[in-house]
């Protein structure tokens, strides 16, 4: 079946260090890809996109690149702020119709 | 501003009560879909529309009930027979091939 897999959190990290969240999928297909960011108490909004094989998304610092070999789409940041502190969620799009969510990654950054 | 709206933010009821949650876009999408969030777990879908007057269960169906009279509306009914039901509630639409979701601010539904 479609499935996404993410990194175990909770993840803590001090400011200004390197950030990688792992994310891997399972789909029967060529799903889109996604990273979402949850802030306490709100809902989910995009961080950034790959539709397609090496497809690398960007916005805010934050980097992933569509990796079809590898079945993954790591999130990276080569400097964490401690306003990046929120909840990560990978995501695939399939058929153009149903989204499958990752359980979601806690990140926390100290001063 | 285009964007979707979720309504109440808060919401408690009395066990055994039916409550609805709103739910409404200005964004012309045609997709929107309903999803539940419990705490350390991430989304899974209850109920997901594609166009008017059409719409398909997803993976937690039992106990809810929707309708999509309108383009721009997608009222999710929490019903006496689901089990647990307090939980955070987030709405989405979308549209078009490989585009993003985009979400409402959800609803945090408490049965008491």
């Known amino acids: 079946g479609n499935s996404v897999t993410q990194m175990e959190g909770p993840v803590t990290l001090s400011e200004e260090a390197f950030l990688t969240i792992n994310c891997t999928y399972t789909?029967?297909?060529?799903?889109?890809l996604f990273w979402y960011v949850q802030y306490p108490g709100e809902g989910l909004q995009l961080l950034l996109k790959a539709t397609k094989a090496d497809d690398k998304g960007s916005n805010k610092g934050f980097e992933a690149t569509y990796r079809k070999e590898t079945t993954s789409f790591h999130l990276e940041k080569g400097s964490v702020q401690v306003s990046d502190s929120a909840v990560y969620f990978c995501a695939l799009l399939l058929d153009g119709n149903q989204f499958y969510f990752g359980t979601g990654t806690s990140l926390t950054v100290i001063p | 501003d285009g964007g979707i709206t979720q309504s109440p933010k808060y919401l408690f009821r009395k066990e055994g009560q039916n409550v609805t949650l709103s739910c409404e876009q200005n964004l012309n999408h045609d997709a929107m879909y309903w999803y539940r969030q419990d705490p350390g777990q991430g989304l899974r879908l209850i109920y997901y529309s594609q166009i008017v007057n059409d719409f398909q269960k997803g993976d937690i169906a039992e106990g809810y009930s929707v309708s999509r009279e309108k383009k721009e509306s997608f009222p999710l009914t929490v019903t006496s027979a689901q089990k647990n039901p307090t939980a955070f509630y987030l709405c989405?639409?979308?549209?078009?091939?490989?585009?993003?979701?985009?979400f409402g601010q959800g609803t945090r539904l408490t049965v008491v």
């Open positions: 789909a029967t297909g060529y799903p889109s």
């Open positions: 989405a639409s979308r549209t078009g091939i490989n585009t993003e979701a985009f």
